[in-house]
C-alpha cells in the first residue's frame, strides 16, 4: 500500500507519509501497544494454562486498568483517520446554490484555469465538473455543480440530483449565494441540505451594491468574495486552511491513516479492547476476555504484517516459574 501510494503521490506530503509508512512508521508505533497487550494475554494464559504453578495473576481491576489505556491509544490514532484521508485522497469540496449565483466564476478562480463556462444564462452548468489543486501539500478536489432550483426541465432536474450526490460525498460545502440579490426559497433549499455537513457561505459579488440580508443567516460562517475582481479570494483560501488545520491531531505530524483498511483495522482492536475492560468490569472468566484481547492482537497484526502467537508462549516461560 505504502509503495502504491508513494508511486502516485501527486503532492510532496503525499509523498511523505507513504514514505515515513515504507519505512514503518506504522509498526513502529503500534509496537508498543502491542507489547503492552501482549504482556496482558501472557498473564491471563499462564493463569489458566498453569494454574498449578501458583502463577500470580492480577485482579480484574487491575487487568483492566491495563487495557484501558491502550483503547485510548488506539483511539487517537484512530482520529488521524480523517485528515489522513484527507492527505491521501483530497479535501472534497463541493460548490453549489441556486443558477446564476456565480458558482462556476468562483470554481475558474479558485482553480486559476478557465475549466467551467460562463454565461449570464441560468443554468448553464448542468453537470458536475471537478478540479484538483495543491494546497501545501493536500489535494484540494473543487467540484462545480448544477445551479439548484425548481423546474420542469429532465436535464437540469439530473444535474440538480447529482449536485446533491456530490454534496453527500463531500468534506466541506462552499454555499455560494448572490450579494447583489435578496435570499429566496433556492437559496433556502440549499442552505438547509448543506447544514448536514461541514459549510461555508460564500458571498458573492461583493464589487456589486449588496442587498443580501445577512441577518438571515443565524450567524452562519461567511465570506463575501467577487469572482469577477477576485476581492476576497484570499481570505478564501485562508479560511480553507484553516479547515485543514481544524482536521490535523497531535499525532498527525507523526503518523495518519491514510485509507479505509487501515482505520478498519485500528477500530476493531479499540473496540476489543473497550469489550474485554466491559468483560473484566463484569468478572467474565478470563477465557473469554481473552477472545476479546487476541481479537485485538489479531488487528494490530493486519497493520504490521507480523504474527507474534508464539512470542505468547515464550513471554509465559520467560516470565513466570512454570514447571520448576
Not at 286 to 297: I, K, R
Request: charged fraction near 30%; hydrophobic fraction near 45%; glycine fraction near 6%.
Amino acid at each position: 500500500e505504502a509503495i502504491r501510494d508513494f508511486i502516485e503521490a501527486q503532492t510532496e506530503q503525499q509523498a511523505k507519509i507513504a514514505m515515513r509508512q515504507m519505512e514503518g512508521s506504522m509498526s513502529i508505533r503500534l509496537r508498543p501497544i502491542k507489547e503492552r497487550l501482549l504482556n496482558i494475554i501472557a498473564h491471563l494464559e499462564a493463569g489458566i494454562d498453569f494454574a498449578e504453578d501458583d502463577v500470580d495473576v492480577p485482579a480484574n481491576a487491575a487487568i483492566a486498568e491495563s487495557v484501558r489505556p491502550l483503547a485510548v491509544d488506539l483511539r487517537r490514532l484512530e482520529e488521524t483517520f480523517d485528515y489522513g484521508r484527507m492527505l491521501n485522497q483530497g479535501l472534497r469540496l463541493a460548490i453549489l446554490g441556486k443558477p446564476n449565483v456565480g458558482k462556476s466564476s468562483l470554481f475558474n478562480r479558485l482553480v486559476a484555469a478557465d475549466r467551467a463556462i460562463v454565461t449570464e444564462i441560468p443554468g448553464t452548468t448542468r453537470d458536475v465538473l471537478t478540479e484538483t489543486i495543491n494546497m501545501d501539500g493536500v489535494p484540494l478536489r473543487f467540484a462545480d455543480t448544477a445551479g439548484v432550483r425548481q423546474t420542469n426541465d429532465q436535464v437540469e432536474k439530473m444535474g440538480v440530483s447529482r449536485t446533491w450526490q456530490t454534496l453527500a460525498d463531500a468534506d466541506l460545502a462552499l454555499v455560494v449565494l448572490d450579494g447583489a440579490g435578496s435570499i429566496d426559497d433556492d437559496d433556502r433549499h440549499v442552505l438547509e441540505k448543506a447544514a448536514t455537513i461541514a459549510n461555508l457561505i460564500v458571498i458573492n459579488k461583493a464589487d456589486l451594491p449588496q442587498k443580501i440580508e445577512t441577518e438571515a443567516l443565524n450567524g452562519a460562517k461567511k465570506l463575501c468574495v467577487s469572482a469577477k475582481t477576485g476581492q476576497g479570494l484570499s481570505d478564501l483560501r485562508d479560511t480553507l486552511r484553516a479547515f485543514l488545520l481544524e482536521q490535523k491531531t497531535d499525532l498527525a505530524d507523526d503518523l495518519v491513516l491514510t485509507n479505509a483498511r487501515q482505520h478498519d483495522a485500528v477500530v476493531r482492536a479499540a473496540q476489543a479492547c473497550d469489550t474485554a475492560v466491559q468483560a473484566l468490569e463484569r468478572q467474565i472468566p478470563h477465557e473469554m476476555v481473552l477472545l476479546d484481547l487476541y481479537e485485538a492482537l489479531s488487528s494490530l497484526d493486519e497493520l504490521t504484517g507480523e504474527v507474534v502467537t508464539e512470542d505468547i508462549l515464550d513471554r509465559i516461560f520467560s516470565t513466570f516459574c512454570i514447571g520448576k
